[in-house]
């Protein structure tokens, strides 16, 4: 299964936006709402921040975003903070049976 | 609140066998879909298998099947990893991970990992 297609680093200062692509093929994020984010701090297991490409889990803050074009999805986080440096994956259902996820992309805020 | 706590990891040879658990409380864990997702030391994140709540129906990554066996022990809330066959790729972080959805039938192929344990380190080295 071949992996999702994200940059590997993005930056941004204080308080600025970013957006974080991820692509893949009409078998996976064309295919299926089922594409979600996670943010890695190092050394802890990955949380879940977006999910059903654009719904936030009770608890995460309305600065992350999601949206889908065709087969690539992006997340955006607004008003950027020292604490959202992290690394951010996305992933999503492919057919059949399986899951994808992204290379992951390291978000440094300056 | 929902915990999952992973177990079993360490250092084998190439070649060798590993059984990883996973104990999980808070929730109504025989309701739930399970996976077991993996992160190799400094690389990303490759979802590894997924077993149904019930236990009918497993699947597997193309990297791990025939090795691997993904099992669940509804009466004591208990997830499990077979790794038979080990080889040095297999060197990673394994995580237990709840599905979404409950009670998702077919391949799941709604909802996401949406609670994640703190993992175990399999490490295959002779």
């Known amino acids: 299964q071949s992996a999702l297609t994200q940059p590997a680093s993005v930056s941004g200062s204080p308080g600025q936006s970013i957006t974080i692509s991820c692509t893949g093929t009409?078998?996976?994020?064309?295919?299926?709402?089922?594409v979600s984010w996670y943010q890695q701090h190092p050394g802890k297991a990955p949380k879940l921040m977006i999910f059903?490409?654009?719904r936030r889990p009770s608890g995460v803050s309305d600065r992350f975003s999601g949206s889908k074009s065709g087969s690539t999805a992006s997340l955006t986080i607004s008003g950027l903070q020292a604490e959202d440096e992290a690394t951010y994956y996305c992933?999503?259902?492919?057919?059949?049976?399986?899951?994808?996820f992204g290379g992951g992309t390291r978000l440094t805020v300056l | 609140q929902v915990q999952l706590v992973e177990s079993g990891g360490g250092v084998v040879q190439p070649g060798r066998s590993l059984r990883l658990s996973c104990g999980a409380s808070g929730f109504s864990f025989s309701s739930y879909a399970m996976h077991w997702v993996r992160q190799a030391p400094g690389k990303g994140l490759e979802w590894v298998a997924l077993?149904?709540?019930?236990?009918?129906?497993?699947y597997y990554a193309d990297s791990v099947k025939g090795r691997f066996t993904i099992s669940r022990d509804n009466s004591r809330n208990t997830l499990y990893l077979q790794m038979n066959s080990l080889r040095g790729e297999d060197t990673a972080m394994y995580y237990c991970?709840?599905?979404?959805?409950?009670?998702?039938?077919?391949?799941?192929?709604?909802?996401?990992?949406?609670?994640w344990g703190q993992g175990t380190l399999a490490t295959v080295s002779s």
């Open positions: 991970v709840r599905h979404s959805t409950p009670y998702c039938g077919g391949d799941c192929n709604w909802g996401t990992f949406d609670h």
């Open positions: 992933s999503s259902y492919k057919n059949p049976g399986s899951r994808v």
């Open positions: 009409t078998s996976d994020i064309g295919g299926s709402n089922s």
């Open positions: 077993i149904l709540y019930d236990g009918s129906i497993e």
């Open positions: 059903d490409v654009s």
